[in-house]
């Protein structure tokens, strides 16, 4: 079945980085486009940034332009979000998403907290 393992939050102070992991199984990750939502506490869920099968292409949300990079390796089957500049707003549980064959699926999210 499709599995989806988010690692790499914590806690980190404004104008720190994190580095999000999403290792992915039981399906051919290569194939299919993936991507990273967040909800933060009291709100609802808000996309954050995808990314191409091959990876030629990415995209992101307003709020993380500039400041966050998506990146995968099909080799390990994993997705990675790279996230510098952090802010209090990004404060949220984030999680890895995959669309395959029109349903989502979602992994269990991993908290990300800026605090000084």
């Known amino acids: 079945q499709v599995q989806l393992v988010e690692s790499g939050g914590g806690l980190a102070q404004p104008g720190g980085s994190l580095r999000l992991s999403c290792t992915a199984s039981?399906?051919?990750?290569?194939?299919?486009?993936m991507s990273w939502a967040r909800q933060a506490p009291g709100k609802g869920l808000e996309w954050v940034s995808g990314i191409y099968s091959d990876g030629t292409d990415t995209y992101y949300a307003n709020s993380v332009k500039g400041r966050f990079t998506i990146s995968r390796d099909n080799a390990k089957n994993t997705l990675y979000l790279q996230m510098n500049s952090l802010k209090p707003e990004d404060t949220a549980l984030y999680y890895c998403n995959a669309n395959i064959l029109s349903r989502n699926y979602w992994g269990q999210g991993t908290q990300v907290t800026v605090s000084s």
């Open positions: 039981g399906f051919t990750f290569s194939e299919y486009a």
